[in-house]
């Protein structure tokens, strides 16, 4: 059967400017503190790189229990606890601070919200860790709603201040804002969606609307790549989500003329480029 075909790549592919920086930091950290340093859960959300940067040193744990006096600690882009750095420092656990500047910038809304004494909402996936994170810094001060129907239940509030999780859908979030208007006098909203995500879920689709079918690559376990294939799924078009390029089945393309390819923001640049190889290994072999 032929499969030729013909492979358009998204403008906006690979890592966003957080994921890129965090490993320069990583990498960096590696060369000047002896070659292990220790991340608090996965340092971004790609279990193929996760597992690459094991093998450089990079170890995962779950608490700072695992991590050596005078070791050192990688704060991940998605961000984490103010007061879990404090008892990293207590502990004599060196702190490399690679949280996404956009995260930071949230965190820094809510602060100030909390300072003020002005309840915080945070519009995003209660169990992501960048939300996690961001609630940390608003103190006990801090609701998080993830669907208009939540924010339809918020009680009346004279007034709040609200942060949006950085890869959360834009327009759920205006959803679910026209909600807690319904139920907050003076609403104080801080337009925190990172651009990058939107940027690459509207080249997706204009990239959906030329090719016959899409694939997106990167990790499972990745809000913005799920909410990526997601928004592919929604265009009407055939998509498949793929973490490497052994995910690939050639009979998807058993009548395709174009595929187009799009990425999450912590895709690194090795898979995406097997996986190229692979479509045009698949296509060759088919002409």
Known sequence: MNRKFEIVTSPHRGYCFGVMRAMRLIEQGLESFGGTIYTLGDVIHNPLEVERLRTLGVHPVETLDEVPKGG??????????PDLIDDARRRGIGILDATCPFVQLSQRHVKQFADE??????IGDREHPEVRGIAGHAGENALVVKDAREAALVKPLDRAGVV????????????????????VRDLRVRDTICQATETRRDAMLALAREVDCL????????????RLYQGCVDSGIPAYLIESADDIDPDWFSAVRRIGLSTGTSTPAWIIDAVLARLDEISRESA
């Open 215 to 226: 694939l997106v690559v990167g990790g499972r376990n990745s809000s913005n790549t799920v």
């Open 164 to 183: 949006i999780q950085t890869t959360f859908s834009r327009s759920e979030a205006e959803e679910i804002i026209a909600a807690l208007g319904e139920r």
């Open 72 to 81: 050192t600690l990688v704060l991940r882009a998605h961000g984490v606890r």
């Open 117 to 122: 004494s002005i309840p915080v909402i945070i």
